[in-house]
């Protein structure tokens, strides 16, 4: 849901990092870490240039293993991924300090009857800790969420697991300043004080084109329809 109009983190992110680098979005609904362990090396190989990989997982896996049993991923096994796919994106070229780890963020149990909210937060805090050993920057969303506002932190969440607007600007917000951090090199892609006006087409340049290739495409459309009747009266 990250570009969708309720879970849109990953569209302020892509337009705050516009002409720096393309941001791909690679969330798959329902999996967890157990699924997306083995994924990882089909989705990031050796030789791409990836400037930054955020591993954002872990609500799946928290489930009540009695309500989902065959999603459902114990907390060891949870922790046992996050460090696979971590040392498999340094064995690519991916060093910790070009990931960023976001951990789960609260379930409201009132909307979500197969999610509690203290497991959750294991596996928050697990997620936090396993960043924490890499030295790797982290958001821990869960807590930024209950601590924004107390009283009505569900309001951030839009069907009680998945971010509402209000969710993914506070997720945005914290990411943000990692991310300027991390891009402070890398220059903006044709910036618009470099770029000569030379380079592009005046409006009414452009106009002028568009009338001419209209004009052309009746004129023809004319002389095709005259050819048909000619043809047609010529006919014994």
């Known amino acids: 849901m990250g570009f969708s109009s309720n879970g849109q983190w990953v ?25 997306l362990r083995p994924l990882l090396p089909v989705l990031v190989q050796a030789g791409d240039y990836v400037t930054l990989l ?10 009540l293993a009695t309500a989902a049993p065959t999603v459902h991923v114990p907390l060891d096994e949870y922790e046992a991924n996050l460090r696979a796919m971590i040392d498999y994106a340094g064995s690519v070229g991916i060093p910790p300090g070009r990931i960023i780890m976001i951990t789960p963020p609260p379930v409201d149990e009132q909307r979500v009857k197969f999610c509690a909210l203290a497991v959750t937060r ?4 697990c997620c936090s800790e396993v960043a924490i050993s890499y030295n790797i920057d982290y958001i821990p969303i869960f807590d930024i969420i209950l601590q924004d506002d107390p009283e009505h932190w569900q309001r951030h969440l839009i069907d009680g697991v998945h971010f509402s607007p209000s969710g993914s600007l506070l997720l945005f917000s914290a990411l943000k300043p990692i991310v300027t951090d991390k891009f402070a090199s890398i220059t903006m892609m044709a910036p618009h ?44």
């Open 54 to 63: 955020i591993i954002f997982c872990g609500t799946n896996d928290a489930v």
């Open 122 to 125: 294991m596996y928050a805090e």
């Open 193 to 236: 004080d470099e770029v000569e006006p030379s380079c592009f087409p005046s409006v009414a340049s452009i106009i002028k084109d568009l009338i001419h290739l209209n004009v052309d495409y009746w004129r023809r459309r004319r002389s095709r329809r005259a050819c048909r009747m000619a043809t047609k009266h010529a006919k014994p």
């Open 11 to 35: 569209a302020l992110l892509a337009d705050f990092l516009i002409r720096r680098c393309d941001v791909m979005n690679r969330g798959f609904g329902g999996y967890t870490s157990r699924t």
